[in-house]
């Protein structure tokens, strides 16, 4: 087997995995959510790319070519220290100036390159961790590629506790929602589209919607990552042609396998199976 590996924090990635099977059931895929360390959000950067290259060098160890970021937190903090140090060291290319013969994707790229479709205003909203915001990755990603929008970054620590503590649909969470989406619009009432940015947030969509005026679009990263993945894949054929393609899907946590079981259900709409790891 040689999957795509799709890794987050905790449960979050699941709503990136469940686009990208969608568009693209013919692969194997697995998924890695270091559970029993979220969240990554107030973590230092330090901390989140020691955690994000242990966890993608179990997934290269298990046979991935290919892994997706399917956290913000996780891209914003290591994405680029991993594609720029470590990949070339640990997987070199056999040609002298090609890139290395496995790969780490992030989720923020995709999401920036989609944005300077949507947005009229040119003012963006960014609901992010702490983590995500204080790295200011979003800023320095729109810069490049849409230098006239103009960005703003507001933190909620609190929304990935609510989802990973399976509190997304309960009335505490409504408070928290409408506060920090309330701050956001004050900051900037010229925005016209907020991006989700953390995966766990799709989970809380409806509550984000509810507190939002109509006029403002609201942005779940999942399609717009599955469609540059496929892009990615039609312009790699290096990476395509090692992927195998048996359909399947394999769960490994962190943590008690029978505590993600019912929540991954949750965020994938169907039943799965899970292993317990340990990263070290
Ligand atoms: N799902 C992750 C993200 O997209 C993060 C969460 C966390 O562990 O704080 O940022």
Partial sequence: ????????????????LREIRRLMPQYDYLYLGDNARAPYGPRSFERVYEFTLQAVRHLFDMGCPLIVLAC????????????????????????ASSLPTRRVLGVIRPTVEAVG?????????????????????????????????VVTGQACPMW?????????????????????????????????TI???????????????????????????GAYVARSLSDYLCRHSDIEGCLSRSGTARFL??????????????????????EQISLT
């Avoid at 947005?119 to 006239?148: C, F, N, W």
């Avoid at 989970?203 to 779940?220: D, E, F, G």
């Avoid at 946590?253 to 899970?274: C, I, K, R």
């Fill in 117 to 149: 479709e949507l947005t009229h205003t040119r003012h963006v909203g960014i609901v992010a961790t702490q983590g995500t915001v204080a790295s200011r990755t979003y800023e320095l990603e729109m810069a490049k590629l849409h230098p006239d929008i």
């Fill in 1 to 16: 087997m040689s999957p795509i590996g799709v890794f987050d924090s905790g449960y979050g990635g699941l709503t990136v």
């Fill in 160 to 192: 990935v506790p609510l989802v990973e503590n399976g509190e997304a649909d309960s009335p505490g969470a409504d408070y928290f929602v409408r506060r920090d989406i309330q701050r956001l619009l004050a900051r900037d009432p010229q925005i016209d």
């Fill in 195 to 221: 991006i989700l940015g953390c995966t766990h947030f799709p989970l809380l969509y409806n509550k984000v919607r509810a507190c939002t005026p109509s006029s403002v679009q609201l942005i779940s990263q």
């Fill in 72 to 95: 913000n937190t996780a891209s914003a903090k290591a994405l680029r220290s991993i594609q720029q140090r470590d990949l070339p060291l640990l997987f070199p290319s056999p040609v």
């Fill in 253 to 274: 946590t962190t943590e008690q396998p029978g505590n993600f079981a019912p929540s991954a259900a949750l965020f994938l709409g169907h039943a799965v199976e899970a």
